[in-house]
Nanobody, 115 residues
Framework: QVQLVESGGGLVQAGGSLRLSCAASGISFGIRTMGWYRQAPGKERTLVAAIISGGRPNYLDSVKGRFTISRDNAKNTVYLQMDNLKLEDTAVYYC?????????WGQGTRVTVSS
């Protein structure tokens, strides 16, 4: 059974930091891309950051310089370090794991940035 367990969301003041984690288990086929998407109320789900094994990460322009994605292949875990958070970063963040057979999604973790 495939599981993507996310953690690390919460409430933080603007300018603060949070670190999201997503541990994937039960995926039989090779994991290719691991990433994070977010969805704010009334808006579409948007790619925030993604990283291919051995490749360079990609970032949404508005988070460049503030967010850092990393992965631990041995643990099938992807992280998102979020610094200097802004009000507009408020959203539900979803972990995404693209394997050879399909893409898997986490249940989402809420990030709320307050002023």
């Amino acid at each position: 059974q495939v599981q993507l367990v996310e953690s690390g969301g919460g409430l933080v003041q603007a300018g603060g930091s949070l670190r999201l984690s997503c541990a994937a288990s039960g995926i039989s086929f090779g994991i290719r891309t691991m990433g994070w998407y977010r969805q704010a109320p009334g808006k579409e789900r948007t790619l925030v950051a993604a990283i291919i094994s051995g490749g360079r990460p990609n970032y949404l322009d508005s988070v460049k310089g503030r967010f850092t994605i990393s992965r631990d292949n041995a643990k099938n875990t992807v992280y998102l370090q979020m610094d200097n958070l802004k009000l507009e970063d408020t959203a539900v963040y979803y972990c995404s794991v693209a394997a050879s057979d399909r893409t898997y999604w986490g249940q989402g973790t809420r990030v709320t940035v307050s002023s």
